[in-house]
């Protein structure tokens, strides 16, 4: 019987099927391993490379707004820099449990900071959200006039990393994040911590104005 031979090339990897009566099992499936294989290996340097882009990016943003923090607010981040900077070394080593946690400090943290204006903490007596809870926050920093976001994009980033935070990585023990939840995470901090900045920026500029 004529011998069919089908060659299936992967970039350098060549992997012979053999299908004839004489081509065992065994060998169709060793080549078929190896090819699963091969685009395993492919798939885990593009995610890790995906990630690598990610973690680069994040860095820069976090060194952006803590450039010049303590002169425009007076205030020292040197704790959240060693917390987010600890949780994006943890996140490149996939210990996003440990991250998560990282992050989730400093950023109850921020909340725990910005106090409420008695209005606001009357306009919330008896709610489920009180003062220091994200949703509240993010008031505070709408009234302030600090939220200029049409689309709600900001918004949404800090109230999705808030949700994750407040209801899973702080209470909950049987809660063990994965890569896209930590990464959700580490952006929202990144649009809460931006937004914590200009509020103090905008108090120090208050507290600086001559009393007329």
């Known amino acids: 019987m004529k011998r069919l031979n089908y060659i299936i090339e992967i970039k350098s990897l060549k992997i012979p099927l053999m299908h004839d009566t004489f081509a065992s099992a065994q060998q169709v499936s060793?080549?078929?391993?190896e090819g699963i294989s091969y685009l395993t290996n492919i798939l885990g340097i593009s995610e890790k490379q995906k990630r690598?882009?990610?973690l680069s990016s994040l860095r820069e943003e976090f060194k952006s707004i803590t450039t010049d923090f303590f002169t425009e607010t007076g205030v020292l981040v040197e704790d959240y820099e060693k917390n987010y900077l600890e949780a994006l070394r943890l996140y490149e080593k996939s210990e996003f449990l440990a991250s998560s946690l990282a992050v989730c400090r400093i950023f109850l943290d921020i909340l725990d900071q910005v106090k409420n204006p008695d209005e606001l903490r009357e306009e919330n007596k008896g709610k489920t959200n009180p003062p220091g809870q994200p949703e509240v926050v993010v008031s505070i920093f709408k009234g302030e006039g600090l939220l200029d976001d049409d689309t709600g994009s900001i918004q949404?980033?800090?109230?999705?990393?808030?949700?994750i935070i407040r209801n899973h990585v702080a209470h909950d023990i049987t809660y063990f994040p994965d890569?896209?939840?930590?990464?959700?995470?580490?952006?929202?901090?990144?649009?809460?911590?931006?937004?914590?900045?200009k509020f103090l920026t905008k108090k120090k500029q208050e507290?600086?104005?001559?009393?007329?």
């Open 30 to 33: 060793m080549a078929a391993s």
């Open 156 to 163: 949404k980033l800090v109230m999705g990393a808030g949700k």
């Open 207 to 212: 507290s600086e104005e001559p009393i007329t």
């Open 52 to 54: 690598v882009q990610e």
């Open 179 to 197: 890569a896209s939840s930590t990464m959700q995470v580490l952006a929202g901090f990144l649009q809460l911590f931006a937004l914590y900045k």
